[in-house]
């Protein structure tokens, strides 16, 4: 049993339970989920299963998109609506417009810099930053930089109990926190904000309509139609380039974890990318440190 599910994860489970129930579901160990949903969170979670569980980490490096609801007025200690408020400022009905707010979006397009929340996994120090806020220590976050491929507002806006809310659909790459996003939107418009709904529609090359609850995959295994919803393991890897090979003594070089000369391999860059071979995923190959003329194995799928 090796291949990829699109897992509809639902509010209220963290992503370790959505692992430890499909263990239980599918009667197998090799389990691992590509990247964490807080418990808040619902939407598409991808699990590696069996020889599948090699490719997680790209998978976790393909791009996400989520639809987020923001709420400018109020700031809490998590960044979102489950934790304690930090700040109020009330907002005046229509003090902004749909222009406005897309002129502050605009501004966070691109690679921008993000401090991560203190309720989060980041490690600092090896200890994790939520460790550290729940003993009331305040640490200095590391800055990082992240990529926000495209923001859109996606409502109109919404101006309630001196609040303003409205929704965004967010593409980004890996390591960005919607919930910071958030309050950076508050922070151009001057007032503090947080993130008080989250979706993920898109992850790991798998959409949120294409993936099944755990309730729904029960009945397809009880069905004996799990490959209906398997995907096999190389869809964990589209976001890398991918190289066709018909040579099997080339093949089995690669398998046996030999060096290639690079002249023997048709790759556009030197940077990691698939070998296949009969419609297989062979290895992902990166460039031999020691010798810039060859192309190493990293990963073999036999």
């Known amino acids: 049993m090796d291949g990829i599910l699109a897992i509809h994860k639902e509010i209220g489970m ?3 339970d959505v ?3 499909l263990r239980k579901i599918l009667k197998t160990k090799k389990v691992g989920h590509t990247g964490t949903l807080d418990p808040e969170v619902s939407g598409v979670l991808p699990i590696c299963i069996g020889k599948a569980t090699r490719v997680s980490d790209y998978v976790m490096e393909s791009g996400k998109q989520y639809r987020a609801e923001v709420t400018i007025g109020m700031s809490t200690t998590t960044e979102d609506q489950t934790g304690d408020i930090v700040e109020e400022r009330p907002v005046s009905d229509a003090v902004w417009t749909v222009s406005d707010i897309e002129q502050v979006l605009k501004q966070l397009t691109g690679e921008i810099e993000q401090i991560p ?15 550290y806020a729940r003993q009331n220590i305040e640490v200095e976050r590391p800055v990082r930089k992240v990529h926000i491929s495209e923001i ?11 609040t303003c809310k409205f929704e965004i659909e967010v593409e980004c790459g890996k390591g960005t926190y919607i919930r910071t996003l958030a309050t950076q939107i508050g922070e151009l418009l001057g007032y503090p904000a947080h993130m008080s709904h989250l979706v993920r529609l898109k ?35 589209n976001g890398l380039e991918k190289v066709v090979i018909n040579d099997e003594q080339l093949v089995k070089r690669i398998q046996n974890g030999q060096k290639i000369d690079k002249q023997l391999l048709d790759a556009k860059q030197s940077e990691q990318f698939v070998v296949w071979y009969n419609d297989k995923a062979i290895a992902i190959m990166d460039t031999y440190d020691k010798n810039q003329s060859l192309y190493k194995p990293k990963k073999v799928f036999l």
Not at 117 to 131: F, H, I, R
Not at 152 to 162: A, G, V
Not at 211 to 222: F, M, P, R, S
């Open 203 to 237: 992850s790991g090359g798998f959409s949120l309509n294409e993936a099944v609850k755990l309730d729904e995959l029960v009945q397809i295994v009880e069905q004996d139609k799990l490959q209906d919803v398997l995907l096999p393991l190389e869809y964990g890897l």
């Open 14 to 16: 963290t992503s370790h």
């Open 152 to 162: 859109n507002l996606i409502s109109d806006l919404t101006f309630e109990n001196q």
């Open 19 to 21: 692992v430890f129930k």
């Open 117 to 131: 929340p203190m309720y989060s996994a980041v490690k600092v120090n090896g200890k994790k930053l939520y460790e």
